[in-house]
């Protein structure tokens, strides 16, 4: 999906916010989806209200869901790819793109690994980890 309404909040009212969305697994019995986003905009909260506005808010988010007492907020950046005026290019000093990566919070892990497929996209996204 690409989602690209405006975002109205904060200081950022009324820009344009680009997001890919991509489902990666649902699990029907609970009604959870773990999604990918990549975004071309950096709006305050863009996330969260896109993914709202496609009816699908953001597990333990207050604003733009439902959250119960104790949930946190189930977003969590895994990768992120960056632009490095500085260097990451080819040659030294080249402009380029920086990518951090890390693991998973353990209570990511534990929600993906009781939906199906779970465990096979914890292997696949520790392999994406150790290639980073």
């Known amino acids: ?5 405006e975002i109205h909040t904060g200081a950022n009212r009324g820009k344009q916010a680009i997001s890919h969305v991509t489902p990666l697994l649902h699990d029907k019995t609970s009604s959870t989806t773990l999604f990918r986003v990549k975004i071309l905009t950096g709006r305050t909260h863009q996330i969260r209200v896109h993914l709202s506005n496609l009816g699908c808010p953001v597990a333990g988010d207050d ?70």
């Open 63 to 132: 604003v733009y869901g439902s959250a119960k007492p104790g949930n946190r907020l189930m977003l969590h950046a895994h990768r992120l790819e960056i632009d490095d005026p500085e260097g990451g290019g080819a040659g030294a000093g080249e402009a380029g793109r920086r990518v951090v990566q890390g693991p998973l919070p353990e209570d990511f892990c534990k929600a993906i690994k009781v939906m199906p497929g779970g465990a096979e996209m914890l292997e696949q996204l520790a392999g994406d980890s150790s290639s980073a």
């Open 1 to 5: 999906y690409r989602v690209t309404p």
